[in-house]
């Protein structure tokens, strides 16, 4: 039930605040199609929900935000929709790269932009490097990503450093292994959210959500509030998560 936005954050308990919250942004397409339209049309309103849903996670104090915008696996769309979809990330950077500057906020991605398209891929860089000295909330934006690439390419990482003497097989446990992915040097997250209907995790932070909280919806991401995200939070500070404790 979605009350009013301030009604329903004043309930948020900020002392019991998520420090990081992913969010798997799906349902752009058939949102689009819904009302007959293309369905970049559906990514163009969902970027207006990117902006939105950043500036509330920001106010609220959320310390890291992880938004999944382009997975390894949708390189099989149409290269159409790749390209809207990659103008739309071009047109977020440059709308917003001051604002998040200035708000102290951190950009980072998870995953491999090397394969991107040039315009695109500088434009991401450039963003990284204009906050990478900000001390704020970290932005992590998961672009070419997928969960099972970045173990891999986090093992291989690993493998070199031992063919290179600087650690041994014996080094390798839970913990260290955590700064071979994207995620280095971050907690893991404790609420994923996924909205548009669908209950899976499409290759998304597979090693680091191995105790999260989900919160699933069925509104699609061009339809996602502030409220859905309120109501995400307050049902995760009711949750009891024992960590398989008792
Ligand atoms: C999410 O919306 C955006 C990306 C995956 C890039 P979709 O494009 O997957 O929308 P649906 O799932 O087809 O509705
Ligand atoms: C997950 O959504 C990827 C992103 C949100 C970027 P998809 O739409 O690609 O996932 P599936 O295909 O429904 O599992
Ligand atoms: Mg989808």
Redesign the pocket.
């Given at each position: 039930m979605i009350n009013n936005t301030n009604e329903l954050k004043t309930k948020i308990n900020m002392d019991k605040l998520p420090k990081h919250i992913s969010i798997?942004?799906?349902g752009n397409?058939r949102w689009a199609e819904k009302r007959s339209l293309p369905r970049n049309f559906g990514h163009q309103e969902g970027m207006k929900r990117v902006i939105e849903t950043v500036e509330a996670a920001y106010e609220l104090g959320i310390e890291y935000l992880t938004l999944?915008?382009?997975?390894t696996?949708?390189w099989k769309r149409p290269a159409s929709e790749i390209e809207g979809l990659m103008k739309i990330l071009i047109i977020y950077i440059r709308r917003e790269l001051d604002k998040i500057t200035k708000n102290n906020i951190v950009i980072n991605i998870l995953g491999d932009i090397s394969e991107l398209h040039e315009i695109p891929r500088r434009e991401v860089e450039k963003a990284v490097e204009r906050t990478k000295n900000n001390t704020g909330m970290v932005l992590n934006i998961?672009l070419n990503?997928g969960g099972r690439d970045e173990i891999v390419h986090g093992i291989k990482e690993y493998l070199k450093e031992i063919e290179m003497g600087k650690v041994s097989v014996d080094d390798l446990n839970i913990n260290s292994f955590s700064s071979y992915l994207y995620t280095k040097g971050q907690p893991d997250p404790d609420l994923v959210i996924r909205p548009?209907g669908?209950q899976?995790l499409?290759?998304?932070l597979l090693y680091q959500i191995a105790y999260s909280e989900f919160w699933f919806s069925d509104v699609l991401?061009p339809d996602f509030k502030a409220n859905h995200l309120y109501e995400a939070i307050i049902e995760f500070q009711n949750r009891n998560r024992r960590f398989g404790g008792i």
């Open positions: 798997i942004m799906d397409g999944y915008a382009f997975s696996e949708n998961a990503y548009s669908e899976r499409s290759n998304f991401w």
